[in-house]
């Protein structure tokens, strides 16, 4: 809204100073600030909002020191991430750009599944919340929504660098030539995406079925929105897994989407993908502005979730935070890079699969159950080994951090 305002200012009045919301750098800075100050200002009235309303978590004996203080704590903080990133966007951002809408899209879609199993799990009295075939179903549908808008919708597009020998033909002509005259000067529909640590390091999805036929090309988006479907998958529940003690899911997502958010401002630069000689994505680095109001909603929220936690964000949040995580990855052409930029998510999951697998076969094989760890996610498992949950949540933090370093590194690293 407030974009729109300005740009009118502008163009009819040469307001002063209305021209820096022309820029998505300073629209970013406003909406990380405006995030940080709703989350921190106003969650604590949403907190006290939900202890009214009786929303305090219901905690189930884990054999897990502090577990019993943790008993009455309100559930379903994720509301204050949402409107916290929300109300800056609405106000900050184009709001015609499909990629912001998508995004949007996502939030409310998650958050409302997020909601409603929270909100099973406390007025129904069912610890299990919304049944696992509908979370799935939820996901498989936003999959859906996902790929086929970022398939078909014409303003997802790329524009693709020159040849070699073209570029070294302009280079020669002209050492300073713009770097916008290096890209093809049409913007096509792609298939594309980014495969890190290689030296080309783009990778079509068509190529999945045109080495059946080169006919089947036309049907390369049923790859792609299987793919989608997937990720969004994985790594929604990936981020709930994660969510089990105070500040580890809202850090770990904040590292995550910080750096995405470097991807996508450079991807959205032509100047920045020549130089980096990445695949250039217009119209994504709107996608920046969401990306400082989320990270600013999610340090916000922190402020009350860091140990001891005034408020847990429930699914509300965390299958929230997880879509959002995945629709942008896969927006900017960066998905296959989060087994490593999401690797706190990726061993979270993979602890769960791997102790259930083995327990189960074990149990069919011996008579007896054997457990991997001593108990999953994994970051409950260092809390039986005796660790408090702050070291633990402080430790994730530094591999998270280093996880984010080396995925910013593939950028040049090939």
Same mark, same amino acid.
């Given at each position: 809204?407030?974009?729109?305002?300005?740009?009118?200012?502008?163009?009819?009045?040469?307001? %002063?100073?209305?021209?820096?919301?022309?820029?998505?750098?300073?629209?970013?800075?406003?909406?990380?600030?405006?995030?940080?100050?709703?989350?921190?200002?106003?969650?604590?009235?949403?907190?006290?909002?939900?202890?009214?309303?009786?929303?305090?978590?219901?905690?189930?004996?884990?054999?897990?020191?502090?577990?019993?203080?943790?008993?009455?704590?309100? /559930?379903?903080?994720?509301?204050?991430?949402?409107?916290? /990133?929300?109300?800056?966007?609405?106000?900050?951002?184009?709001?015609?750009?499909?990629?912001?809408?998508?995004?949007?899209?996502?939030?409310?879609?998650?958050?409302?599944?997020?909601?409603?199993?929270?909100?099973?799990?406390?007025?129904?009295?069912?610890?299990?919340?919304?049944?696992?075939?509908?979370?799935?179903?939820?996901?498989?549908?936003?999959?859906?929504?996902?790929?086929?808008?970022?398939?078909?919708?014409?303003?997802?597009?790329?524009?693709?660098?020159?040849?070699?020998?073209?570029?070294?033909?302009?280079?020669?002509?002209?050492p300073n030539i713009s770097p916008s005259k290096l890209f093809s000067?049409?913007?096509?529909?792609?298939?594309? /995406?980014?495969?890190?640590?290689?030296?080309?390091?783009?990778?079509?999805? #068509?190529?999945?079925?045109?080495?059946?036929? %080169?006919?089947?090309?036309?049907?390369?988006?049923?790859?792609?929105?299987?793919?989608?479907?997937?990720?969004?998958?994985?790594?929604?529940?990936? #981020?709930?897994?994660?969510?089990?003690?105070?500040?580890?899911? #809202?850090?770990?997502?904040?590292?995550?989407?910080?750096?995405?958010?470097?991807?996508?401002?450079?991807?959205?630069?032509?100047?920045?993908?020549?130089?980096?000689?990445?695949?250039?994505?217009?119209?994504?680095?709107?996608?920046?502005?969401?990306?400082? #109001?989320?990270?600013?909603?999610?340090?916000?929220?922190?402020?009350?979730?860091?140990?001891?936690?005034?408020?847990?964000?429930?699914?509300?949040?965390?299958?929230?935070?997880?879509?959002?995580?995945?629709?942008?990855?896969?927006?900017?052409?960066?998905?296959?890079?989060?087994?490593?930029?999401?690797?706190?998510?990726?061993?979270?999951?993979?602890?769960?699969?791997?102790?259930?697998?083995?327990?189960?076969?074990?149990?069919?094989?011996?008579?007896?159950?054997?457990?991997?760890?001593?108990?999953?996610?994994?970051?409950?498992?260092?809390?039986?080994?005796?660790?408090?949950?702050?070291?633990?949540?402080?430790?994730?933090?530094?591999?998270?951090?280093?996880?984010?370093?080396?995925?910013?590194?593939?950028?040049?690293?090939?």
């Amino acid at each position: 809204m407030l974009y729109y305002l300005f740009e009118y200012l502008e163009k009819e009045f040469q307001f %002063p100073g209305a021209s820096l919301f022309g820029f998505i750098s300073f629209r970013a800075a406003m909406a990380m600030i405006l995030a940080l100050l709703i989350s921190t200002i106003y969650g604590k009235r949403i907190i006290r909002f939900l202890q009214k309303k009786q929303m305090g978590e219901t905690i189930r004996d884990l054999g897990l020191e502090g577990q019993a203080e943790k008993a009455g704590t309100p /559930t379903m903080g994720g509301l204050i991430i949402i409107l916290a /990133t929300l109300i800056p966007v609405i106000l900050l951002s184009r709001l015609e750009n499909i990629y912001i809408i998508l995004l949007i899209v996502t939030t409310l879609w998650m958050g409302a599944i997020g909601f409603l199993d929270d909100y099973i799990k406390k007025f129904k009295n069912d610890k299990e919340g919304l049944k696992g075939r509908f979370k799935v179903m939820g996901q498989v549908v936003l999959g859906l929504i996902v790929g086929l808008t970022l398939f078909f919708h014409e303003d997802v597009v790329i524009k693709e660098k020159l040849p070699q020998e073209q570029q070294q033909v302009l280079l020669e002509k002209n050492p300073n030539i713009s770097p916008s005259k290096l890209f093809s000067g049409e913007e096509t529909k792609s298939t594309k /995406t980014t495969i890190p640590f290689v030296k080309n390091n783009e990778f079509d999805y #068509a190529k999945m079925i045109t080495w059946i036929s %080169p006919e089947l090309k036309e049907y390369a988006w049923v790859i792609f929105i299987l793919i989608a479907i997937f990720i969004i998958t994985a790594v929604s529940n990936g #981020a709930n897994l994660t969510d089990g003690i105070d500040g580890l899911a #809202a850090g770990s997502s904040a590292i995550v989407v910080l750096t995405l958010g470097i991807f996508t401002f450079v991807s959205g630069r032509i100047d920045f993908s020549d130089y980096l000689n990445i695949m250039y994505i217009p119209n994504v680095g709107e996608i920046t502005i969401y990306i400082a #109001a989320f990270v600013g909603a999610l340090i916000g929220f922190l402020w009350y979730n860091a140990f001891p936690a005034q408020v847990f964000m429930g699914d509300t949040g965390s299958l929230t935070i997880g879509g959002i995580i995945a629709v942008i990855a896969i927006a900017v052409r960066k998905e296959l890079l989060i087994p490593v930029l999401c690797g706190i998510f990726l061993a979270e999951n993979l602890s769960v699969v791997m102790q259930v697998s083995w327990f189960k076969y074990t149990r069919k094989k011996f008579g007896e159950g054997r457990r991997i760890f001593k108990m999953s996610p994994l970051h409950h498992h260092y809390q039986k080994l005796g660790y408090h949950e702050s070291k633990i949540v402080t430790r994730f933090w530094i591999v998270g951090i280093l996880l984010a370093i080396l995925s910013i590194v593939t950028l040049k690293i090939r």
